[in-house]
């Protein structure tokens, strides 16, 4: 299985007049933002510069802009990161308010975005003419103007109802996944080139927990697509992070609906299938292993590997990135009878993780009750 990841043509830019700086109009493009659907409104940073637009850019699209480390040191730019998410989106449109105070090189990445992306971009000018940077910058690119003043179509037409999303309390609470109780097993997974067999007995969570909520952690607590899709991955199948070391981009195919896991030693993990198999990617994770597929194209590396799994700098390793969406494996049993202190405890829960070695300490829980659950 291989997944070609080819520029798209876009379509040209559409620049929207707006000299008399419309209220309504504003508040239309900012009801229009649903980037679930592919309508992204970005409102930028008054004077900032293209390293605050991309930021702002990755706001938009929910994501957290507090990126460690620069571009060729911790990872991707966060200009490639922007483009792989957006690849991932279904006929992207990008609105960018207050166009025409953009500088030359906001301009040169934007552009540039879009051609790697097949956004359709929507530049909202609030003047009478586009200043001359916009005109220079749009003068190789095919665009149109239109005004206020006529029928803007679905230029500007609301997103459809979205679900709501989760409280703030949801978001705090953390959630036991039984599919991530091998996830830091010290199991090796030696390369395997055989065309695996669909997988006999896929681990399907969805009626275990509330996958929505694990969705909705997955895409707005990091930028990285690789730590989200390898953290996915590790839910909807239960692999250990040095299986989905050795996945490779051919691994998943075209559309992100199939993903081919090998484990040519039959680790023994009860509860869940231990073989080489294709595994059916849920809905929810697909665009997840979508953005990590573009992120390799668009910035590739030696080895093709899908995901990132190891500590990359300063990335955090894939069970702190769980930590911090608040998802941790089944937990020992706490000690009986239990200590009675007279206090509280304070602080965050301290999180252990299955290692592989330290059995004996989660005997106690029964991993064919968990999969009866999950169905």
Known sequence: ??????????????????????????????????????????????????AALVLDILAALGKPTDLPGSGGIAGPSAWILAAAWILALPDARLTVLRAHLLD???????????TRTGVHLVAVCHTRRPPAVMRT????????????????GDLLAPAPTAPAPPSCAAEGRWITVPALAYLASHHTFPRCSCTPPPA????????????????????????????????????????????????????????????????????????????????????????????????????????????????LQTLPYLTDFAERCRLRPPQPAPPWPRRRTG?????PPEIQWYDGISASRFEYVSYEQWLHTAG
């Not at 690119?141 to 029928?151: I, L, N, R």
């Not at 991955?233 to 070391?245: D, E, Y």
């Not at 206090?343 to 602080?347: D, F, N, S, V, Y």
């Open 137 to 152: 910058a749009l003068r190789p690119v095919e665009h149109h103007t239109v005004s206020t003043d006529h029928d803007l």
């Open 200 to 311: 006999r007995h896929p681990y399907v969570p969805e009626r275990a927990y509330s996958i929505d909520q694990i969705a909705h952690r997955l895409a707005t607590r990091t930028a990285y697509p690789q730590l989200a899709g390898a953290l996915a991955t590790a839910v909807f199948t239960g692999a250990p992070i040095a299986q989905l070391h050795t996945v490779r981009v051919g691994h998943l195919d075209d559309g992100a609906a199939a993903l081919a896991l090998h484990d040519s030693r039959r680790t023994r993990r009860p509860g869940f299938t231990a073989d080489c198999g294709i595994y059916t990617v849920p809905a929810w994770a697909r665009p997840f292993l979508l953005a990590a597929a573009n992120l390799v194209h668009l910035s590739p590396r030696g080895n093709n590997a899908l995901f990132l799994t190891g500590p």
């Open 343 to 347: 206090r509280k405890r304070t602080g």
């Open 104 to 114: 030359e090189a906001s301009w040169s990445h934007l552009l540039t975005l879009r």
């Open 1 to 50: 299985m291989s997944r070609k990841v080819i520029y798209p043509a876009a379509p040209p830019v559409t620049v929207l007049l707006d000299p008399a700086d419309d209220a309504d109009v504003l508040r239309a493009a900012l009801a229009a933002h649903d980037p679930s659907a592919g309508r992204i409104t970005v409102h930028p940073t008054p004077a900032a510069s293209d």
